[in-house]
């Protein structure tokens, strides 16, 4: 089965930039979607198919993927940014969805 | 506007059978190109993808689960049904459904677009 891998935390200023990895074997080869998450609420989808964005989603989200790490960059960094974020693709091997473990994102 | 909305039972006993169902507005599942996922959550724990129905009938599940789970569509009522056989402590969790477009040829999709609320399933006896 896939795995996918993220790191479990990321700390970041306010203003500054987020970047939260996805790594997983030949990443670059399938299509990434991400999703943010906090507390208490279902998750929202942030990033899809690497790096377009749903509408309503601000553009200082964005999202790449290439070899083994696909990456969600928040840019201008925000206090309502703090959640978690999961990545997501599809195992063709087995036809089905894959989640990461998720990153929390701290807003110091 | 596309909205979803889990629905069934907050406690079930170790071994029984657990249904949830996802009622939906919005959108048609028997338009093309439209799937509904069950995705689960662990209180403190990652997401976990369960099982998805698209609108041709066609259904993909977890490897894992794959013996336990049985994802049903009812067009006409614009519901899905989880069924979860089985159940353990260990299935303790918030189980959600969400709406998603297949991608060409059903290798992925454009990701989980809109999710319901969620609902909170405990096992225990």
């Known amino acids: 089965s896939y795995v996918l891998t993220q790191p479990p935390s990321v700390s970041v200023a306010p203003g500054q930039t987020a970047r939260i990895t996805c790594g997983g074997n030949?990443?670059?080869?399938?299509?990434v979607h991400w999703y943010q998450q906090k507390p208490g609420q279902a998750p929202v989808l942030v990033v899809y198919?690497?790096?377009d964005r749903p509408s309503g989603i601000p553009e200082r989200f964005s999202g790449s993927n290439s070899g083994n790490t696909a990456t969600l960059t928040i840019s201008r960094v925000e206090a309502g940014d703090e959640a978690d974020y999961y990545c997501?693709?599809?195992?063709?091997?087995?036809?089905?969805?894959?989640f990461g473990g998720g990153t929390k994102l701290t807003v110091l | 506007q596309i909205t979803l909305k889990e629905s069934g039972p907050t406690l079930v006993k170790p071994t029984q059978t657990l249904t949830l169902t996802c009622t939906f507005s919005g959108f048609s599942l028997s338009t093309s190109g439209v799937g509904v996922g069950w995705i689960r959550q662990p209180p403190g724990k990652a997401l976990e993808w369960l099982a998805l129905?698209?609108?041709?009938?066609?259904?993909r599940y977890s490897p894992s689960l794959k013996s336990r789970l049985t994802i049903t569509k009812d067009t006409s009522k614009n519901q899905v049904v989880l069924t979860m056989t089985n159940m353990d402590p260990v299935d303790t969790a918030t189980y959600y459904c969400?709406?998603?477009?297949?991608?060409?040829?059903?290798?992925?999709?454009?990701?989980?677009?809109?999710w319901g609320q969620g609902t909170t399933v405990t096992v225990s006896s």
């Open positions: 969400a709406h998603s477009i297949a991608a060409a040829g059903k290798e992925g999709s454009y990701g989980m677009d809109v």
């Open positions: 129905i698209y609108w041709d009938d066609d259904k």
């Open positions: 198919d690497d790096s």
């Open positions: 997501q693709v599809w195992d063709s091997s087995s036809d089905h969805e894959v």
């Open positions: 030949n990443i670059g080869s399938k299509s």
